[in-house]
């Protein structure tokens, strides 16, 4: 069985930084696609961040240069480190794990992030 537990969310001026974790267990996320995506408040879900099994990164225009997408293959967790963070960064994070050859995404249950101006 696939879980994945997100932590690492909170309250953090303009300007803060934040770190991100996904914990996974029964999906390595060294093999397979591992993402992060948020939703804010009425808005639709949107992409993030990528990383993929052979370590290249892709991210969303909004957020480049100031996340970093990276993972430990030996805790098997994904983080998403956040800088110079804004007001409308604020939603919650979902991270997310997807198995290429089952064409099968797993998501975890979110954290809050919220910044404040």
């Known amino acids: 069985q696939v879980q994945l537990v997100e932590s690492g969310g909170g309250l953090v001026q303009a300007g803060g930084s934040l770190r991100l974790s996904c914990a996974a267990s029964?999906?390595?996320?060294?093999?397979?696609?591992a993402r992060w995506y948020r939703q804010a408040p009425g808005k639709q879900r949107e992409f993030v961040a990528a990383?993929?099994?052979?370590?290249?990164?892709n991210y969303a225009d909004s957020v480049k240069g100031r996340f970093t997408i990276s993972r430990d293959n030996t805790k098997n967790i994904l983080y998403l480190q956040m800088n110079s963070l804004k007001p409308e960064d604020t939603a919650i994070y979902y991270c997310?794990?997807?198995?290429?050859?089952?064409?099968?995404?797993?998501w975890g249950q979110g954290t809050q992030v919220t910044v404040s101006s």
């Open positions: 997310q794990a997807f198995n290429i050859q089952l064409s099968r995404a797993y």
């Open positions: 029964g999906i390595s996320f060294s093999t397979n696609l």
């Open positions: 990383i993929t099994s052979g370590d290249s990164a």
